[in-house]
């Protein structure tokens, strides 16, 4: 599979400015990929008002991911707010080339920032079969809690979306490395760039691990599309030589 990473500023509460913004940077792929990943609340930015910007499931910002989609034979993800029965979601939208998708809901609610006050948290881990995959969609947050990212399924791909600001940076890094290394999977991670309109500051470091916790993709700091292929054959060949996952513990999440 052949991933394309989008790292980026983001325009504060602005979704116009920031689908033209990735519409561009998504034209500029010149090869053939599978995969695009936007960061998480990529049309807005990391914000509160939940109220103010957040759009429905018919609202234009899946609208035109799902023509971004058609248009480069590709599927794309990244997370938007989203209204649903009177809550607000931290939802991360995975729209396949056919225009059909699938969503995971953000679990984990970043409380130091009152994200639990204005978002309500989801319920399900959700693994998605794409091309023979299975990826399982995570954001942000999630890093920090390794039980809900177990690889109990057997996934193939380890998906990060996020708003993580530079000061946790090392933490980010580490995580990520951490992941990857006892699920045996890869792992995928895309950060914004820039300040926030709350004065953060966000130094992306996106990028891609393997299943031993080797780089695929170092670390970026910069604006870019950076892109990557994976085989999936040579994964599934380290787990059947070092079945590490067969001695996972039993244990059961309750929600």
Known sequence: MKIALIQTDLFWEDASKNRENFDSKINEIDSEVNLIVLPEMFSTGFTMNASDVAETMQGETLEWMKLKAEQKNAAITGSIIISENGNFYNRML????????????????????????????????????????????????????????????????????????????????????????????????????GFDDNDFEHNGHSQIIDFWGNYIIKPQETTGVFVAELDKNIMLETRRKLNFLGDRDNFEIKI
Do not use: M
């Not at 009152?114 to 995570?138: A, H, M, N, R, S």
């Open 94 to 193: 995975f729209v396949f080339p056919s225009g059909d998708f699938q969503y995971y809901d953000k679990r984990h609610l970043f409380s130091l920032a009152g994200e639990d006050q204005f978002y309500t948290p989801g319920t399900q881990k959700v693994i998605v079969d794409y091309l023979d995959w299975k990826i399982c969609l995570q954001i942000c947050y999630d890093l920090r809690f390794p039980v809900f990212s177990r690889n109990v399924e057997n996934y193939d791909l380890l998906l990060y979306v996020a708003n993580w600001p530079k000061v946790r940076t090392s933490a980010w890094d580490t995580l990520l490395n951490a992941r990857a290394i006892e699920n045996l999977s890869y792992v995928a991670a895309v950060n914004r760039i």
